[in-house]
């Protein structure tokens, strides 16, 4: 893994913990569904960027990564998107 990658773990982390908690308090779900998470993690599995169950471009531990809803690749475009939960939504007036 790439030195730049690791020196960025810490803010990633953070930021990480940041989108987690914005999801909480906006009382959307913070666990990814676990036919989601599986879907990531096998993408993540297959990835190029996988080193070891460590993504090469953010640094996170892909287990823990796709288990948070929150959590996006940060590939380019990305391989896997946070979720949304807009179909969980009362659209209604
Ligand atoms: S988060 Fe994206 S770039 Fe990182 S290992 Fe998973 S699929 Fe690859």
Redesign the pocket.
């Given at each position: 893994m790439k030195a730049s990658v690791i020196l960025r773990a810490p803010f990633t982390f953070a930021r990480a913990v940041w989108h987690a908690g914005v999801f909480l308090a906006e009382g959307r779900p913070v666990l990814t569904p676990q036919s989601i998470r599986k879907h990531?993690l096998s993408?993540?599995e297959t990835?190029?960027?996988?080193?070891n169950s460590?993504?090469?471009?953010?640094a996170?531990y892909?287990e823990a990564?796709?288990f948070v809803s929150s959590?996006?690749?940060?590939?380019t475009p990305?391989?896997?998107a946070a979720l949304t939960f807009v179909e969980n939504q009362d659209t209604s007036p």
């Open positions: 990531r993408i993540c990835c190029c960027h996988n080193e460590f993504c090469g471009l953010c996170c892909t990564k796709t959590e996006s690749c940060p590939d990305p391989r896997w």
